[in-house]
């Protein structure tokens, strides 16, 4: 049971610094805070390692979270996306696949993390998986930020 307590408290301790914070500076240090108005998923379900539920997974164990960036130098705002395997133990994720309209970035982003392969579906890690606890994140520039949801998955 110890072996779960540190990611799950690890993953409560987020959810509430997700939830309360906000944006701020200070010494130089910029910290982006992103909070449940900003983020594209607003309640989730814990999956606990136990013998009933150990390689449980579907779509619902991907989290993406945006928040704004520092806008890029002619203006054009950024934001930032987080996609995390919240799953504790026993879910390899991959061909995650997330709704998102007709996406595109004034900022290059790197194929291999995220692009758009049709309207409304985008294609994370270049269909690579994201283990138990893994994450990944990007930044992309455009005038507005994309609702971004996970529409598809498949569980290794």
């Known amino acids: 049971m ?12 987020l959810c509430s610094v997700l939830e309360h914070s906000s944006s701020s500076e200070n010494n ?3 910290k982006l805070s992103l909070s449940k108005e ?6 989730r379900k814990l999956l606990l ?7 449980r997974c579907s779509k619902d164990n991907i989290f993406i979270f945006q928040g704004p960036g520092t806008p890029l130098p002619s203006g054009i705002p950024t934001y930032t996306v987080q996609v995390l395997n919240v799953c504790v ?3 390899s994720i991959s061909n995650i696949h997330v709704r998102c309209g007709w996406f595109s970035s004034a900022r290059l982003i790197n194929p291999k993390l ?8 985008c294609l994370v890690n270049n269909g690579d998986a994201l283990g138990p606890g893994d994450s990944l994140s990007f ?3 455009n005038g507005f ?12």
């Open 49 to 55: 390692a136990s013998p009933d539920n150990e390689g």
């Open 2 to 13: 110890s072996v779960t307590l540190f990611p799950i408290c690890f993953i409560l301790a």
């Open 89 to 91: 133990a026993g879910c």
């Open 114 to 121: 995220f692009r758009r392969i049709a309207f409304d579906d």
């Open 38 to 43: 900003n983020s594209t998923v607003f309640a």
């Open 139 to 141: 930044e992309y520039a």
């Open 28 to 30: 130089g240090i910029k």
């Open 145 to 156: 930020p994309y609702p971004l949801s996970v529409s598809s998955v498949s569980c290794i």
